[in-house]
């Protein structure tokens, strides 16, 4: 099992910017794909980016695509996901998560972000 712990969340105005980090501790995380997920209120959670164990392949939701960029960094066990050109509907509270194939069993426990218009 892989232990996550998400930080960096708050509150920004519109069209700010905030990078959000994943510590990971306990099974090899870079032999996991690693991604972000978040849940805003009364909504289900949803998928918005992927990197893969070695670090390549990132993927996009359409929603955030040329505004968050995810990466990793395995010899310290870190993922992170900047955010720039944040909109009031990128509020939610974020997840990371890994696993392989698209299955994720690990997740962390979430970090608030709330953009104010």
């Known amino acids: 099992q892989v232990q996550l712990v998400e930080s960096g969340g708050g509150l920004v105005q519109a069209g700010g910017s905030l990078r959000l980090s994943c510590a990971a501790s306990?099974?090899?995380?870079?032999?996991?794909?690693m991604a972000w997920f978040r849940q805003a209120p009364r909504k289900e959670r949803e998928f918005v980016a992927v990197?893969?164990?070695?670090?390549?392949?990132?993927d996009y939701a359409n929603s955030v695509k040329g505004r968050f960029t995810i990466s990793r960094d395995n010899a310290k066990n870190m993922g992170y996901l900047q955010m720039n050109s944040l909109k009031p509907e990128d509020t939610a509270v974020y997840y990371c998560a890994t696993g392989l194939l698209g299955k994720y069993d690990d997740w962390g426990q979430g970090t608030q972000v709330t953009v104010s218009s």
């Open positions: 306990g099974r090899t995380f870079s032999s996991y794909d």
């Open positions: 990197i893969s164990w070695s670090g390549g392949r990132p």
